[in-house]
């Protein structure tokens, strides 16, 4: 099937031959005739699925029609971060290209006059997240009887951070006759009710088992000592062992062991950046440009980056610590492998992560073989090289340096039987598109 099978207008059609792409995804193909239909539409996929331009080529299509008035959008997508707010906003830049359309951005993090003054003058689409959105209406900045579609983009997400009351109340002050396009990666009870109360006979498209990760990522567990210290060194011998390593990015559960990793990986002559909830906006858009540009070998992150984040190919996952909530997994190592590309995860394991681990495995139905690291590998890595050793290795070099042995073979092993502990905590972030095709075309 090809774009032009799906109903979309001349000019939506000329956008996206104009970057070369014919072909569009399962979720897209789906999607995309029941919203030209004005249809209400619950979309299930997995993360990299393209469900971004499953939504954004419909809604370009039917705003070729009218136009907005002040201080009254014609649609609103609505987003769980800053991070994938600004995505979707791209996208529109894009594929928009061929048409008049104000695009108003609304997050937090930066000022909020000049968003105002963008509504002020009309805006045919509000991206938003769901807090600066009802800050603009509180003060009587937006008026928002005048939607005709709403999308609600990573809703799962949505409930883990805590939007869900928000979501309920901007749904009940939108037109009741609005078309509403519903899109998830899962679909815990909570979601299922929101579905049930807010969509009208939908539409419901799934494209691939849910909660399900993609097979073109090879996925690994490696054991782990428990003391933090040993635990960063098995984490630095790991990513040595990777002589095919282009990038890539490494998850913690908390964000006060995000700057950890940052100092420790510095110190050993890493190129790295940091990623968490409590940064700046200006400081996440500097090192998120800095990772795409290459500038950032190594990403640390927090659970903030786990959803949408979108960087072209990135080769590697790490997650120091295994993530608590089993679905988060998922979305993790979905930044890699994505739009049928090989990536590699690796999840570190210690003895007390056990029980999170059996949570994943019974998720995901696959069992995971573990990576064994050679144990010369492991006491290098406890001794701070240079930088330029570090970026040898990670230009995928296999000569051994003077100092350093060449990188082990790995031993893969099967996985060991553990025992459930005792639940940690775990930072409760905010979360966050290559190659062939454009990333809102193959993301999420």
Do not use: W
Not at 171 to 189: H, N
């Amino acid at each position: 099937m090809s774009f032009a099978e799906l109903g979309l207008s001349p000019k939506v059609l000329e956008a996206v031959t104009a970057a070369g792409y014919t072909t569009p995804t399962a979720i897209q193909a789906q999607a995309i005739p029941h919203a030209l239909k004005r249809k209400d539409v619950l979309g299930l996929a997995q993360t990299g699925s393209g469900k971004t331009a499953a939504f954004v080529l419909p809604m370009l299509s039917m705003l070729e029609s009218g136009r907005a008035r002040a201080r009254m959008p014609r649609t609103l997508i609505l987003e769980p971060t800053r991070e994938l707010a600004a995505q979707v906003e791209e996208s529109f830049a894009t594929l928009g290209k061929n048409h008049k359309l104000t695009v108003a951005l609304l997050i937090g993090g930066v000022a909020f006059d000049p968003q105002a003054a963008k509504i002020d003058r009309g805006a045919d689409v509000v991206i938003a997240t769901p807090g600066r959105l009802l800050d603009h209406f509180e003060r009587g900045r937006l008026l928002m009887n005048g939607i005709e579609m709403l999308v609600i983009d990573e809703a799962d997400r949505m409930l883990d951070m805590g939007f869900i009351p928000d979501i309920e109340r901007i749904c009940k002050l939108l037109p009741f006759t609005r078309q509403t396009l519903f899109f998830s990666a899962t679909m815990p009870p909570e979601i299922q009710r929101l579905t049930a109360q807010f969509l009208h006979n939908p539409e419901k498209v799934e494209t691939a088992t849910r909660s399900s990760t993609a097979e073109s990522i090879e996925q690994n567990l490696v054991k782990a000592p428990h003391e933090a210290a040993a635990k960063r060194d098995t984490l630095r011998a790991l990513i040595r062992s990777q002589d095919n390593i282009k990038n890539g990015i490494v998850f913690a559960n908390r964000k006060t062991t995000v700057a950890l990793l940052e100092k420790s990986l510095k110190r050993h002559g890493f190129n790295v950046g940091a990623l968490h909830g409590d940064m700046d906006q200006s400081a996440r858009t500097k090192t998120l440009a800095g990772f795409r540009s290459n500038e950032i070998t190594i990403l640390i992150a927090s659970d903030v980056a786990a959803r949408g984040l979108d960087i072209p190919d990135v080769s590697h996952v790490f997650n120091f610590d295994v993530p608590i909530h089993s679905e988060d997994y998922v979305h993790r190592i979905g930044r890699t492998g994505r739009a049928g590309r090989v990536g590699h995860a690796f999840t570190l394991v210690t003895k007390e992560e056990s029980k999170y681990i059996n949570a994943i495995l019974a998720l995901i139905k696959k069992d995971l073989p573990y990576f064994e690291i050679a144990g010369a590998a492991l006491a290098e890595a406890a001794t701070p090289v240079a930088k330029s050793s570090v970026r040898k290795s990670l230009a995928g070099t296999k000569r051994p340096g003077p100092n350093r042995p060449a990188p082990p073979v790995a031993d893969i092993s099967p996985p060991q039987p553990a025992k459930p502990v005792a639940e940690e905590s775990q930072e409760a972030s905010h979360g966050f598109h290559s190659g062939n095709m454009p990333a809102f075309l193959t993301r999420r």
